[in-house]
């Protein structure tokens, strides 16, 4: 069983920044593939990030040049960095961690950018 704790959240003005963490329970990152979803009211969840356990990247085209998803492995910890933040970026986030039939999500943090 693997517990992932996000934090971060929290309201911003368009163009500002926020960081995400996700504190994963154990260290997991050498074998799952972790991520970063959000949703916004009324819509489906939608990916924003991944990281897999070589480094390799991938980012939903909307969020391309604004986020950078990393990890700290001494820590156990998945950070998403978002910059030039948009008040279409606001949604619920939430950090996963899969790995073959293992797919594990943390509680969700808010986001808001808003004037």
């Known amino acids: 069983q693997v517990q992932l704790v996000e934090s971060g959240g929290g309201s911003v003005q368009p163009g500002g920044s926020l960081r995400l963490s996700c504190a994963a329970s154990r260290s997991i990152f050498h074998i799952y593939t972790m991520g970063w979803y959000r949703q916004a009211p009324e819509k489906q969840r939608e990916l924003v990030a991944t990281?897999?356990?070589?480094?390799?990247?991938n980012y939903a085209d909307s969020v391309k040049g604004r986020f950078t998803i990393s990890r700290d492995n001494a820590k156990n910890t998945v950070y998403l960095q978002m910059n030039s933040l948009k008040p279409e970026d606001t949604a619920v986030y939430s950090c996963n961690g899969r790995w073959s039939t293992a797919n594990y999500w943390g509680q969700g943090t808010q986001v808001t950018v808003s004037s």
């Open positions: 990281l897999t356990p070589g480094g390799n990247t």
